[in-house]
């Protein structure tokens, strides 16, 4: 591709949060006719750099240039007017008007007396759609579509402005695949109108299938940018995560010891988990004594899993076996009955319970067994209590006080008590570390660490590399919602964690010779028996 | 290690502070019980003060009921047209013995309580509007199934309800006393009390917790309806005739007053079962004051306004400090 002026230039973008530095002199630009990945791990600042393009944020340093010049857009609606326009996860389009009415939107057609057109609104829109090989009826509500069909729409929307930039968020994150290839459709006829599209996704064949270039973002700053053809899925993933693919990791960053004596019987056993679109045929085994990690990328299927084993989420197909008794599917109370306990990975919106005490979210789980005849023993209730946060060290000014007071990491400790106290057989982590302090992280992981040897069977998930390769014996990788490869032992280590997160799964053997090759290692590793 | 350091700085103003908000009703109530000392003519009398109490019996009947919708993030619109209905079947089964009727009219409420729940738990509509369904269509069945006639009541044990007293006490008060001392232990000593603050303070939490989130929503309503058709039972006793066109006529409103001047905040996560108490007492109270004294009942209105607005902001500063 010729290199041409810049339709969207970032420079040196700053953005601060009170406690947080977002974007630390970020620089970016999007060339036109080009289609430019952004890429990154939770928090390394995707969304706070899409929302100061698009004029939700104010950047604090920094200069945005649109079309050459500077610009400042003090709301999204503004942005969108001079012609950069954005395709969101979730589809904001208004569900009960038609097709042709969302495609316009706040711009309808005008006749006579400055009425909208109809006629001519619904012409307009169906010639918009079917440029771009969509097939709707533009006068049907909206909300009679599918999903993809919806978003197409929307897709329809951004183009149909005239927009020289298109930023799509995670755009295929509910698409089916014929779906997602009618949108690539879309994004190649907006390369070749020379309309730069951002395209933000955690799939790794879409970004090699459909974008020309790549900028990577770690916390907060450019990790790498550059052609994505140069660069193999493992370089990319190691930019992601910030690990140099030569480099020997020491042990004993983490609070993590030395491997746990499993036995040989698993006391979990999932069988093909399907939840589609998100979940295909996961199988996953436990063993009392054993820490088995999930690794995967951002929406690889870590936490879908994790709830689905739980009963959290609903699952389409697949059993679950606890100590070779069958387990109800989609009920947390069934799943808790069998000995398993999970600590979700938003601990605000899905774990402590704000308002209320020290004391009774530490019981939430426990009421059942706290009362007898529907009455709660106070008594029992304060002896457990007192019992947990004095082995977890949970430090608040009294068993009364209200949760939301406590440090992230007492919330924490909270959480795990919750778990704890029910003498669960298989406990399930999900980002047990992250938002807390370095002390309490340690304190957390040795407690992990602590709990296997007395024979609990731990599933951990983490998306911290170093959590996972340490903490764990044995490692099942996710991408795209399938199980794709088992490391155990010996084998976990980071370089073939991310070899197995890049190539692990593809068909042939290239993607595994290649993946050897990169990391200097042997091909060593498992694919799942079936 | 903090609790020293905390202790010792919140001690007094904050201290203060927090104090009044936990228990402002309390405050406002004993002021304006000291202003009618003052001011009102044979307030400190036995009849003004178990004419207050009589009044006030089916508010706290049906604020009970309200305070644990809201408890659970819900709320309960349709206790005044339950009320109603309860006025309405009342007479109409009375002919079986009084047993009969009023086991009739509390699985009337039941019913009531569990098409609400029944909406809300299982349907999934938010519950103001679920429930206002029901305030709207309630009162017009209840005038249907009377015939748009009111009743009168001669049976002496439906009667006592409204009219008798034990020991002195009037009946309706200590149907209200036992109410209250029920769910009061409901709330503080059981897991189904545990479950309502849980699923109000944080839904997702309480069912990832093995709650069971459905079951509580459906026994609130249900317990709301209950209550509410006990209150109507009351207030018909106490009138001695059935009256489905005015008994507990937008008594909903006075219901949430209570329970929010009480403490429980609209956004659920717990619930306040004395607050509830003394917040219907304190308006029972104004209106009491403002007719006794012979003002225009309007101001009495407008200052209910003013300690709505002043309870919702005072919880509102809570978490702030």
Redesign the interface.
Known sequence: MERQAPVLEVRRVTKRFPGVLALDGISFELRPGEVHALVGENGAGKSTLIKVITGVYHPDEGQILFKGEEVSFSEPRESQEAGISTIYQEINLIPLLSVAQNVFLGREPRGRLGLIDRDRMNREAAEILERYGIRADVTAPLRSLSLGVQQMVAVARAISVDARAVIMDEPTSSLEAREVETLFGVIRQLREEGVGVIYVSHRLEELYEICDRVTVLRDGRVAHTGELAELSRLQLIAHMLGRELDEVRKEGATGFGEEHEAAEEPILQAQDLTQHPRLREISLDVRPGEVVGLAGLLGAGRSETAKAI?G?DPVDSGSLKMGGEDVKMGS??A???AGIA?L?EDRK????????SVK?NI???A??R??RA???SEKAQDELVEEFMQSLGI?A?SPEQPV?ELSGGNQQKVLLA?WLCMNPKVLILDEPTRGIDVGAKAEIQKLVDDLAVKGLGVILISSELDEVTEGSDRVVALRDGAVVGMLSEEEITEGNLMAMLAHGGDSGNGAQDNGAQENGAQGNRKDTDG | ???GA??EKSFDVATVTSWVRGRGVYVAFVVLVIFNLIVTPNFASVVTLTTLLITVSPIILVSLGVALTIGTEGIDLSVGSVMALASAFLPLYLGYGWPVAVLVVLLVGALAGLVNGSLVAFVGIQPIIATLALLVGGRGLAQIFAGGQSLPITDPAVLWLGQGRLFGVPAPVIVAVVAVLVVGFLVK????G??V??VG??R?????????VRRTLLAVYVISGLLAALAGIVATARLGASDPSNIGLLIELSAITAVVVGGTPLSG??VKIMGTVMGALLIQLISNTFISNDLPFTWAQVLTAGIILVAVYVQKGR?TT
């Not at chain 1, 919106?349 to 209320?356: F, T």
């Not at chain 2, 000593?189 to 189904?192: G, V, Y």
Request: proline share 8%; net charge positive; hydrophobic share 40%.
């Open positions: 739980f959290a947390p109370a799943a808790i009955k999970f979700p919106s899905e774990g402590i319970i704000p308002d209320l009774e019981a939430a789980a009421l059942p706290l009362a529907g009455m709660v430090k000014s939301r919750r | 290690m903090a609790r905390t202790a000593r059981t897991t189904f545990r479950y603050v849980a303070g944080n997702s939490a309480s069912y990832l917790s093995g709650h069971p996560g717990r978490g």
